[in-house]
């Protein structure tokens, strides 16, 4: 379990997380979700005890990291930055994190295998591609088979198997009971993760939920509809302050009216419908649509130091 408690770090006069407040239970799949600059990658250095936070706390099983008595069987993370020596092969990395960590070195072959890493454990990590070294951090966050496992933006440079591979590695370890906390910049990406999630922008909680539940209570109805009359029904929705997009010359997509009403309107005018289909909101818009405002770099800024 991890429990974040007020916590806030400031970096000089930038506030990257204020006042952050939640848990991260055994079972499930959290995802931590915000747009670059959110604050993510500062908040699980601050729960792996790398940040120092300005005010607040991050307790993993009820302690400070430091106060772990074995950090790595009982939290394994995956941060952003390349964390092994580059001349070392995989299987030299990994045996000596497990020697310095009283880890037994059977274990060495068990991660290797199970990141799919055999077949390069003699390979030197550091001609490693961007999805190897991936994988290879994961081996190492895997070492101590902890019971905890932070994994911050793991799927940046993967290809889709090797999305699809951490995907379901972090499903079957949330089934087996463990507590699986993974950060992403994607809602997408989340929702086929995820089955809570939390969410920040600009350092602060904006939702705490099951994923299901946030996109319910976030998504907007919209009505995708086509008609060979399509100018008569717009005049008859917009008398109704309905709103009206049209997408073709013979399809509107409409919100602010129910699907039902929309083909109840239809019909009382002698109206005929091609098609009346419901909507659901992309993902994406959904989050975008909340946090914007808390997008830090937008695309027209150059590239700032966020990450
Ligand atoms: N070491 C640092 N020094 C100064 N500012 C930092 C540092 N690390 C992060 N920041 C700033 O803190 C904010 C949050 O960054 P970060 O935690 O990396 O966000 P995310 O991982 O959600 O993209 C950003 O404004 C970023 O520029
Ligand atoms: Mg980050």
Known sequence: MIEVKNLSKSYGSVVAVSNLNFQVTPGTVTGFLGPNGAGKSTTMRMIMGIDHPTSGE???????????????????????AKAYHPGR???NHLLAVAAANHLPSARVKEVLEQTGL?????????NFSLGMSQRLGIATALLGDPEILLLDEPVNGLDPEGIQWIRSLMQS?????????????????????ASHVIVIGQGKLIADTT???FIADHSELRTKVR???????????????????RTDPSTIEVSGMTTEQI????????????????MVASLEEVFMELTQGSVEYRATEPVGAAS
Do not use: C, W
């Open 58 to 80: 991050a307790l993993i099983n009820g302690r400070p990291y430091r106060e772990l008595a074995q950090p790595l069987r009982t939290v394994g993370a995956l941060l952003e």
């Open 89 to 91: 092969t995989a299987e």
């Open 118 to 126: 055999t077949s390069v454990a003699h390979r030197r990590a550091g």
């Open 173 to 193: 370890l949330a089934e087996r009971g463990r507590t699986i906390f993974v950060s992403s910049h994607l809602m997408s990406e989340m929702a086929l993760t």
């Open 211 to 213: 994923v299901d539940r």
């Open 227 to 245: 008609s060979p009359q399509i100018q008569e029904l717009e005049a008859l929705l917009n008398a109704r302050n309905a709103k009206v997009n």
């Open 263 to 278: 083909g109840e309107l239809a019909s009382g005018n002698a109206i005929t419908l091609h098609e009346l289909s419901p």
